[in-house]
């Protein structure tokens, strides 16, 4: 069973650009987390999506939004790119709510 | 709002010894996780416990959970070199969804 997969694993921006990332969940699963990790912050919640409904959103500024498909695939967009959104961004994908969660590889995004 | 906290934060410690890290929530949670992360990589779930009192062991790590006291505690047995990693303890942020609230993780180092 292939687990979940994030793309790009690795990506280099400028400031003031914007970001797309995309993450396959776990075949099966409709839920999707993104989490934002730096070594200042730590792990933070930034979204959920469950059957292309958003459910829950962390305290991140409006620049961040996501989106998820009828096919459970999701998309998480940065706009305005600052230096502070350098982190890894993981997603994670479950059956349902409460449910295990898995964890993808993650993308890790420099913004120069 | 929800915190999570875990203590310690850096952990050296010898093979062989034991050690526990420990997970205080602030608010009432029906989950408790702990995963694993090498440097670089994802996060791996270990353990996922479900109500008080919960008791899981994998290897020589065990975890319990004491919903009364908001803590969860993360026990090593006779640590090896290969346990070493960031551990983190997560809370159910949100009844029934997938937000996940971190604990700043304890980076364990463990040295011959």
């Known amino acids: 069973k292939a687990g979940v997969t994030q793309t790009p694993r690795y990506l280099i921006k400028t400031r003031g650009q914007q970001v797309t990332l995309s993450c396959s969940p776990i075949?099966?699963?409709?839920?999707v987390s993104w989490y934002q990790q730096t070594p200042g912050q730590g792990l933070q919640f930034l979204f959920e999506y469950f059957s292309e409904t958003q459910r829950n959103k962390g305290n991140f500024p409006g620049r961040f939004s996501g989106r998820q498909f009828s096919n459970s695939r999701s998309e998480m967009n940065v706009s305005t790119l600052e230096l502070g959104d350098s982190a890894l961004y993981l997603c994670?994908?479950?059956?349902?709510?409460?449910?295990?969660?898995?964890f993808g590889p993650g993308t890790r995004l420099t913004v120069t | 709002e929800l915190k999570v906290e875990q203590n310690p934060l850096f952990l050296s410690m010898q093979e062989g010894k034991n050690y526990t890290i420990y997970c205080n929530y602030s608010?009432?949670?029906?989950?408790l996780y702990w995963y694993r992360q090498d440097p670089g990589k994802s996060l791996e779930s270990l353990f996922v416990l479900l109500s008080n009192g919960a008791v899981k062991q994998e290897g020589r790590l065990m975890a319990s959970l004491d919903t009364k006291a908001r803590l969860s505690t993360l026990h090593i047995t006779a640590a090896v070199h290969d346990l070493s990693a960031t551990y983190f303890c997560?809370?159910?942020?949100?009844?029934?969804?997938?937000?996940?609230?971190f604990g700043t993780g304890t980076r364990l180092q463990v040295f011959p």
């Open positions: 608010t009432t949670s029906d989950r």
């Open positions: 075949s099966g699963h409709r839920s």
């Open positions: 994670a994908s479950g059956r349902h709510g409460g449910d295990e969660q898995y």
């Open positions: 997560a809370v159910d942020g949100s009844y029934n969804t997938d937000k996940l609230i």
